[in-house]
Structure formats: C-alpha cells, structure tokens
C-alpha cells in the first residue's frame, strides 16, 4: 500500500500548485482523504480533507478560500488545489487516507500516509 505525493516545487508569492496524491496497492474509494503538512521545526498540522463520495469538504482556517481538495475514486487520486499561495504556506505536504470523520485534525487518526512533497513559496 502506497501513497505518493507529487507536484510540490518553488512558487512566489500569489502564485498556485496543484498537488497530487495517487494510490497503489489498494483503493481508497471508502476512505477519507486528506492533506497535512509540516514546516521546518513545528509539528504536522491538518490543512483539508474530504470524505469518501467527495461530497464534503473540510479546511483549515488557514487555508478555507484560498485552496480546494477534490478526488477521483476512478483513478484512486486525491488533490489539493493552492492558489493566492502565502510564504508561511511554505512546508512539506503529505497526504494521508483514513476511516475517520474530515472534521479529524490529528495526524494520529489517520492510518496511511505518503512521503511528503515540498512546497516552497517565496515572498
């Protein structure tokens, strides 16, 4: 079972990135899909999730209007959507997929994570 996150890279201030999250080894079509990430020194924190029809949608305060997660269970591939991106975006992004409500903001709660994509926004 393997999630891999791509898409990460430089972007200024005010610009976008997509990432990208695809699945091997299993599906996750039942499953909750979400995105964390963690800068240098400060612990993982939760950014969005959506539930398992992608009907819902939870978001960080931090990020609500400004970045959009969406799935295709077809292609067992989740994404998040960055735009008007800010320098304290900057961090590495992880994806990660669980049995747990979207509103759960605890890395713990989820069982499987990939390897992380890095974003950087410069100002």
């Known amino acids: 079972v393997q999630l891999a996150e791509s898409g990460g890279g430089l972007v200024q201030a005010g610009g976008s990135l997509t990432l990208s999250c695809a699945a091997s080894?299993?599906?996750?079509?039942?499953?909750?899909r979400g995105w964390f990430r963690q800068a240098p020194g400060e612990e993982r924190v939760f950014v969005a999730a959506?539930?398992?029809?992608?009907?819902?949608?939870y978001y960080a305060d931090s990020v609500k209007g400004r970045f959009s997660i969406s799935r295709d269970n077809a292609k067992n591939v989740v994404y998040l959507q960055m735009n008007s991106l800010k320098p304290e975006d900057t961090a590495v992004y992880y994806c990660?997929?669980?049995?747990?409500?979207?509103?759960?903001?605890?890395?713990?709660?989820?069982?499987?994570w990939g390897q992380g994509t890095q974003v950087t926004v410069s100002s």
């Open positions: 990660a997929a669980g049995i747990v409500d979207i509103t759960t903001v605890r890395p713990s709660e989820y069982a499987y």
């Open positions: 959506i539930n398992w029809s992608g009907l819902s949608t």
């Open positions: 080894g299993r599906t996750f079509s039942s499953y909750a």
